[in-house]
């Protein structure tokens, strides 16, 4: 399967490195592999996403394997429900694509595409370069370019993504699997930056088309260098809000203790 033209919708052919679509819209596969498929006008800013400077924090916490308790949890869960006839999946929000390699690793014994998307054209170059075998695009979470009912399974680690378009991609009976904070995510973090530090609400998404299937928490303590607390704390939508002597305190600190909370939820698309 391919991709579908962000532009009218209609399905993309590949040639020549470039992908085109019957209304004659057209778009390169950049050197590294990916393609660009957020037109300029659905850009909400010049460069969207995660900066060079936050993507390349990200890769070096997530490569010291302080969330490999998640990913593989992940990939277990995507392991007992991808059905050997699986034939695409996709990583929403993939970013550099620590995640989706190792998805990739699922879906490929069980001979389907991955695919991975992110708003983040820094990202989705770093993560084509590193991952060859995964397909990846810079493209809208809002509004996915794939075809009606084309994925097996999705993944959204913390991405945005409404579930009209959920509902749209996924397969009659195929699957969401969805990753958010749990109520103590990262609180020691929190506390330095925070005079009261409020728990995460408890999970009350729905998902329209869809049934709960599965609900689990990953939950452990963190021990980090201060390097690494610093980096961590780059990653957070809360990132902005810290004084200069927050960044100097952790920096300084030759174990930072963090503890982590993941809830995990298991989708299953209504037939």
Same mark, same amino acid.
């Given at each position: 399967?391919? =991709?579908? &033209?962000?532009?009218?919708?209609?399905?993309?052919?590949?040639?020549?490195?470039?992908?085109? &679509?019957?209304? *004659?819209?057209? =778009? !390169?596969?950049?050197?590294?592999?990916?393609?660009?498929?957020?037109? $300029?006008?659905?850009?909400? %800013?010049?460069?969207?996403?995660?900066?060079?400077?936050?993507?390349?924090?990200?890769?070096?916490?997530?490569?010291? /394997?302080?969330?490999?308790?998640?990913?593989?949890?992940?990939?277990?869960?995507?392991? !007992?429900?991808?059905?050997?006839?699986?034939?695409?999946?996709?990583? +929403? *929000?993939?970013?550099? /694509?620590?995640?989706?390699?190792?998805?990739?690793?699922?879906?490929?014994?069980? /001979?389907?595409?991955?695919?991975?998307?992110?708003?983040?054209?820094?990202? +989705?170059?770093?993560?084509?370069?590193?991952?060859?075998?995964?397909?990846?695009?810079?493209?809208?979470?809002?509004?996915?370019? =794939?075809?009606?009912? %084309?994925?097996?399974?999705? +993944?959204?680690?913390?991405?945005?993504?409404?579930?009209?378009?959920?509902?749209?991609?996924?397969?009659? *009976? *195929? @699957?969401?699997?969805? $990753?958010?904070?749990?109520?103590?995510?990262?609180?020691?973090?929190? /506390?330095?930056?925070?005079?009261?530090?409020?728990?995460?609400?408890?999970? %009350?998404?729905?998902?329209?088309?869809?049934?709960?299937?599965?609900?689990?928490? $990953? #939950?452990?303590?963190?021990?980090?260098?201060?390097?690494?607390?610093?980096?961590?704390?780059?990653?957070?939508?809360?990132?902005?809000?810290?004084?200069?002597?927050? @960044?100097?305190?952790?920096? #300084?600190?030759?174990?930072?203790?963090?503890?982590?909370? =993941?809830?995990?939820?298991? @989708?299953?698309?209504?037939?």
């Amino acid at each position: 399967m391919s =991709f579908s &033209c962000p532009l009218c919708h209609a399905p993309l052919t590949y040639s020549d490195k470039r992908y085109t &679509c019957p209304q *004659g819209h057209q =778009f !390169d596969q950049a050197k590294e592999g990916y393609v660009n498929l957020l037109p $300029v006008q659905h850009k909400r %800013s010049r460069d969207p996403g995660d900066s060079a400077e936050m993507m390349r924090a990200r890769r070096a916490f997530l490569d010291a /394997g302080h969330y490999l308790p998640l990913r593989e949890t992940v990939a277990q869960r995507l392991n !007992d429900i991808l059905p050997a006839s699986a034939t695409a999946m996709l990583d +929403i *929000g993939c970013g550099e /694509g620590y995640y989706t390699a190792r998805f990739a690793e699922v879906a490929r014994e069980k /001979g389907a595409q991955t695919f991975g998307l992110d708003v983040s054209k820094v990202a +989705i170059r770093a993560a084509a370069k590193r991952y060859t075998d995964v397909t990846f695009c810079v493209a809208s979470s809002h509004r996915l370019p =794939f075809d009606d009912a %084309s994925m097996d399974a999705v +993944i959204r680690i913390y991405a945005p993504c409404k579930a009209e378009e959920l509902a749209r991609v996924v397969k009659s *009976g *195929g @699957w969401v699997v969805t $990753v958010t904070p749990g109520p103590r995510h990262l609180m020691e973090l929190k /506390g330095l930056i925070y005079d009261e530090v409020r728990l995460h609400a408890p999970h %009350s998404e729905q998902l329209a088309g869809f049934t709960l299937k599965q609900a689990e928490s $990953v #939950a452990y303590e963190m021990m980090l260098k201060g390097e690494e607390a610093v980096a961590l704390l780059q990653m957070t939508p809360f990132a902005w809000r810290a004084k200069p002597e927050v @960044w100097e305190t952790l920096a #300084a600190h030759s174990t930072f203790r963090c503890q982590t909370d =993941f809830s995990i939820h298991v @989708w299953q698309r209504e037939d």
